[in-house]
């Protein structure tokens, strides 16, 4: 049973909601065109592998800060290390992190923003003052202060990641829930005797998914400049792992001769982060055509 009934097509044919999102997000061309480039960092992440012409550990000192050739597509560091190889093993270590942090996030947000949205009360004023106090930090000193404590490994850093993060799904979770725990048909539900987690989860969960995806996808984005942000502070990826952020990092006192070691790196968390921006906008207006209007 879904709050939305969906739409009828210039061919009388009804639409589900689901079908209705697809069908306007293929005429959002930013949006698609996100979706090709989180594809392309998909591909890359899962076969990159094969992709790799160098060992991104390998050093061949006699080839240190050689510039962008044919041998070295994007140069090599101070190390000899090729830096294509290295950008594409940051892609798989990017992705690992950004889509481990948001499926945890996803996964605890939902579930706090459900109790929290459905029982109300005094139930719900706790959460809501656990995640005003999340919210009064900002995320990068949150995640430097857990890493610092528990300490910089990828793991550590998911799992910090996702937890701080699922505040903000709670918090877009509980007020959609707000609204259809008031429906007729939840009422309904609640008239029969359905027992509270059968009404949660097989009733209002799926009436709450739009912004819950939407919200995910932004997340990836926000997920991949943070991992970079700890990791060019050196409470991310550790080395020898290679990551954006890292490599940032190790490029800042060779700005000067070797310029690739820093753009490189650079280009590829602008087009993550643009990549999943413009996926999440066209899912965004898809999904809810009333938030573009605004």
């Known amino acids: 049973m879904e709050e939305k009934n969906g739409s009828i097509d210039s061919e009388g044919v009804i639409l589900s909601p689901w079908r209705l999102g697809w069908k306007s997000f293929r005429r959002d061309k930013i949006g698609i065109a996100g979706a090709l480039m989180v594809l392309l960092l998909i591909i890359v992440s899962l076969f990159g592998n094969y992709l790799l012409p160098y060992t991104p550990l390998e050093m ?3 080839d240190s800060f050689k510039g962008p050739s044919s041998t070295h597509f994007m140069g090599t560091d101070r190390f000899g290390r090729d830096q294509f190889s290295r950008i594409i093993a940051g892609t798989q270590t990017s992705m690992t992190v950004s889509f481990g942090t948001v499926a945890i996030s996803t996964i605890l947000g939902v579930f706090i923003g459900l109790i929290s949205g459905y029982f109300g009360g005094k139930t719900d004023s706790i959460i809501m003052r656990i995640l005003d106090v999340v919210f009064a930090f900002p995320t990068i000193l949150l995640a430097m202060a857990a890493v610092a404590a528990f300490g910089p490994n990828l793991l550590n850093l998911i799992l910090i990641m996702g937890m701080i993060f699922s505040a903000r799904f709670a918090r877009v979770v509980r007020g959609s829930v707000l609204s259809v725990k008031e429906k007729d048909f939840i009422e309904g539900v609640r008239s029969v005797g359905a027992r509270d987690s059968t009404i949660m989860f097989k009733f209002i969960l799926p009436n709450v998914l739009s912004p819950v995806i ?14 970079a942000g700890l990791s060019f502070l050196g409470l991310g990826t550790q080395p020898p792992q290679p990551s954006w952020g890292q490599m940032l990092n190790e490029a800042r006192a060779y700005m000067e001769v070797a310029p690739w070691l820093a753009i490189f790196p650079g280009i590829a968390i602008i087009f993550a982060v643009l990549a999943f921006n413009f996926f999440g906008d066209g899912l965004r207006d898809a999904l809810d055509p009333r938030l573009s209007q605004r």
């Open 214 to 227: 939407v919200q995910a996808t932004f997340n990836l984005s926000t997920a991949i400049m943070t991992e």
């Open 60 to 62: 061949i000192y006699q």
